[in-house]
């Protein structure tokens, strides 16, 4: 299987990263988002992202360059045509990804491979919406995505063993460092992360310590780059709030279950640093 385009559903926080990195690694890339301005937002972010690596002497300009002249973007579903591989990065929602699967099935050809970046849902219903089950894998990159060099590589019962090898060979071509797992809700490392996370909102709720003491905890005690709050805050407290309800729903386990505060914050548009204010407030 060559993996020469590369289609990314999804300019959002992760979906601008994955394409970031795919362009860097010789990719040609599309970028597919709802809107004409969510695409500039979403390029822009890419942009900014490579004009800070060559700033910061990680990326030489030419590479930036040619990086941007292999990133195309787009509102169209049917501009992802012709890619060997399509990578989707969109809302944490089954319903929405299996509606944008069954369409994009239809458009793609035969033989491309259909990623789900998702945190918690099931990559095999996911792949239900589509006729390709054997060519559907999970491909979960960390936030932020330039810089984390883990990805999770989820086979479902159905993945063929020639699908998740090309996976898993387009993960390392990427540079990162793939891990296998299979379809279960949360992977390894979110089963693992988010009720950690959950517990740290828990502890807030409680009283247990202000919300700079807890970060500073785990931060100075743990040696944890940030804070439960702060990485909260920076992997969405939207998208936090779904993971934990669908991973709750698969394992009905107390500690999957999202506290009442995260579920207020997020009906006050507290979403963390991408809305401004979660835990803590930032500022532009
Ligand atoms: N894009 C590109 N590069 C970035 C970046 C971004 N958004 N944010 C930071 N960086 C780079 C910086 O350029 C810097 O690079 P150099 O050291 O080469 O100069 C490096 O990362 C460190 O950045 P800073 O010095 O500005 O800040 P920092 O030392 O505080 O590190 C961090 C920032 C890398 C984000 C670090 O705080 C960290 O590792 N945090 C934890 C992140 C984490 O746990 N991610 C997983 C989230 S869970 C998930 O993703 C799964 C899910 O399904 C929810
Ligand atoms: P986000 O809210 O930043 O971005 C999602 C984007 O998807 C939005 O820009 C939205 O306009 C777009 N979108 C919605 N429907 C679409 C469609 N039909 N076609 C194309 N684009 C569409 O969310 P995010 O944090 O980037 O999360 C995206 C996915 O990645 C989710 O499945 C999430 O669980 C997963 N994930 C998130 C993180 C994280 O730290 N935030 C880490 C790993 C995985």
Do not use: W
């Amino acid at each position: 299987m060559s993996i020469r385009r590369v289609g990314v559903l999804g300019a959002g926080l992760m979906g601008s990263g994955i394409a970031e990195v795919c362009a860097k690694a010789g990719y040609e890339t599309r970028v597919r988002e709802v809107s004409d301005e969510l695409v500039k937002k979403g390029m822009g972010r890419i942009e900014s992202s490579l004009g800070k690596a060559v700033e910061k002497g990680k990326l030489a300009a030419a590479d930036r360059d040619a990086a941007g002249k292999r990133l195309s973007s787009t509102t169209k579903l049917e501009d992802l045509a012709d890619c060997d591989l399509v990578i989707e990065a969109i809302v944490e929602n089954l319903d929405v990804k299996k509606e944008t699967y069954a369409a994009l099935d239809r458009i793609c050809g035969p033989a491309a491979i259909f990623c789900s970046n998702t945190s918690s849902l099931t990559i095999t219903e996911m792949s239900s919406a589509t006729e390709r089950a054997d060519r559907f894998a999970g491909l979960h990159f960390f936030n932020p995505v330039p810089v984390m060099k883990l990805v999770e590589v989820v086979r479902t019962i159905s993945t063929s063993d020639a699908t998740a090898e090309a996976v898993f060979a387009f993960a390392k071509s990427l540079g990162k460092e793939p891990i296998r797992t299979h379809d279960n809700s949360g992977f390894i490392v979110n089963r693992l992360l988010v009720p950690y996370l959950l517990d740290a909102v828990r502890a807030l709720e409680d009283g247990v310590g202000s919300r700079e003491d807890i970060d500073k905890g785990m931060e100075l005690g743990c040696g944890h780059p940030m804070g439960p709050l702060k990485l909260l805050d920076f992997v969405g407290l939207d998208t936090t709030y779904a993971i934990a309800e669908i991973m709750f729903d698969e394992y009905r386990e107390k500690r999957f279950a999202p506290p009442p505060l995260l579920k207020r914050m997020v009906l006050a548009g507290r979403y963390g640093r991408k809305s401004g204010r979660g835990f803590y407030e930032y500022g532009g």
